[in-house]
């Protein structure tokens, strides 16, 4: 039996709505980092960024970096959570982490180092449900610049077209 989703346009609307806010320069929002990588001093100077997130519960979110200092903010990953985990998922990546997620965190470290910048957005995708779409489908789509994203590490399970 074959089950047709007939709103395929709506669809395709409230993903292209998802992008334009996820990617919009206004809601993006650097991080600041210290030489020494003092992670309570990090978390203290960031921590109106993360009650915001705490507030807001996104369940998307994208990770632009830059190569130092006076370079241009590039899409590097795109990743997903659950609404009630996104404050801990972002700490994961920019902050601190648990060796067993599969969190950033080493790459935005080496890029801070070196004299890069780091910049996160964030959407919430209601129904949550709706989540693991969206992600997969833009990470279908910008997969040549999401140099963070590994291939083939997560199941294909949308396809690359509605």
Request: charged share 30%; aromatic share 10%; net charge positive.
């Amino acid at each position: 039996m074959t089950l047709i989703f007939e709103q395929k346009i709506e669809l395709e609307q409230f993903l292209e709505e998802c992008e334009s806010k996820l990617f919009a320069e206004e809601i993006k929002v650097e991080i600041i980092y210290n030489p020494k990588w003092d992670i309570s001093e990090i978390k203290n100077t960031n921590n109106k960024l993360f009650d915001s997130i705490g507030e807001i519960k996104p369940n998307i979110y994208a990770i632009f970096a830059t190569e130092n200092k006076d370079s241009d903010f590039r899409l590097k990953y795109i990743g997903q959570t659950n609404s009630q985990g996104a404050r801990t998922r972002l700490t994961n990546h920019l902050i601190t982490k648990n060796d067993k997620t599969g969190a950033q965190l080493e790459k935005v470290k080496s890029i801070v180092k070196n004299g890069g910048r780091i910049k996160i957005s964030f959407i919430k995708i209601e129904p949550e449900s709706l989540r693991h779409y969206i992600e997969e489908m833009l990470i279908e789509k910008y997969k040549n610049k999401l140099e963070w994203n590994t291939p083939g590490k997560r199941k294909n399970s949308f396809p690359s077209k509605i």
